[in-house]
């Protein structure tokens, strides 16, 4: 492993890290109200997959120098199944059984990835059968918030879609991107760079609708401000007139 991408591989689990726990303000605000409001699983779901995806892929039983990748897919992975399990505890009924039906969904996928790779397969096949299941999920997972994103141009808010998950996953897309460029990986450069580009996207809808969203906001302020000012007025009228 030369020091360069030793060193992307290090900045990869930083902003990782970091992605991971940008969802906790999003968790802590379901279990103030008590209620999932707008929020989807999907995304978190999809993560506890692609972190188990990795981490078996980076275990020196598939790959080789990759050891980077599977300790904070490891980390990712419990810190994703605590926000998958807020889901679950304040979800609608209808909605938690979907929920639970991912969660199993989510779960065959890694043990059956694990059992073929290591009982159907030879060891030569292993990286590429592991390698083309991480690398889908993955794509998946970054692709996941295009359902946010669509919300965040129909209503014109970016409620839904926090800006601190968006930056990192811009971040850990591009350094994810970078590190398996250096390493000739397409199973880690490819789905990256497509996340790299997604959080571009995301990045640039919450500059465009924050904006709107803050004149809007001021506008009705403005308005609010307006109202009153008539009503002043006319409270004014009315105590003249008499």
């Given at each position: ?83 998958v399990l807020v889901f679950i505890i304040y ?152």
């Amino acid at each position: 492993m030369t020091t360069m991408h030793f060193l992307m591989g290090v900045c990869g689990n930083l902003t990782s890290m970091f992605l991971f726990l940008a969802p906790s303000a999003t968790a802590k605000r379901i279990i103030k109200s008590k209620s999932v409001e707008q929020f989807s699983c999907m995304p978190y779901a999809m993560t506890v997959l692609n972190c188990l995806l990795y981490t078996w892929y980076g275990l020196p039983l598939v790959t080789k120098n990759n050891v980077l990748i599977s300790t904070v897919n490891g980390t990712g992975a419990m810190l994703e199944f605590i926000y998958v399990l807020v889901f679950i505890i304040y979800a609608p009924k209808k909605e938690k059984a979907r929920i639970l039906g991912l969660l199993a969904f989510v779960l065959s996928v890694i043990t059956s990835v694990a059992l073929v790779s290591v009982f159907a397969v030879p060891a030569k096949c292993r990286k590429l059968l592991c390698g083309l299941a991480a690398a889908i999920v993955c794509t998946i997972m970054y692709a996941s918030p295009l359902s946010v994103m669509r919300l965040v141009i129909k209503t014109k808010s970016v409620e839904y879609m926090p800006f601190c998950l968006s930056l990192f996953v811009f971040m850990s897309g591009t350094s994810w991107f970078i590190y398996g460029f250096i390493g000739a990986d397409p199973f880690v450069f490819v789905p990256n760079g497509l996340g790299c580009l997604l959080g571009m996207v995301q990045l640039v809808l919450y500059a465009i609708y924050r904006e709107k969203g803050m004149k809007s906001k001021k506008a009705v302020e403005d308005g609010s401000i307006i109202e009153m000012d008539l009503e002043r007025a006319d409270q004014k009228k009315q105590q003249d007139s008499t």
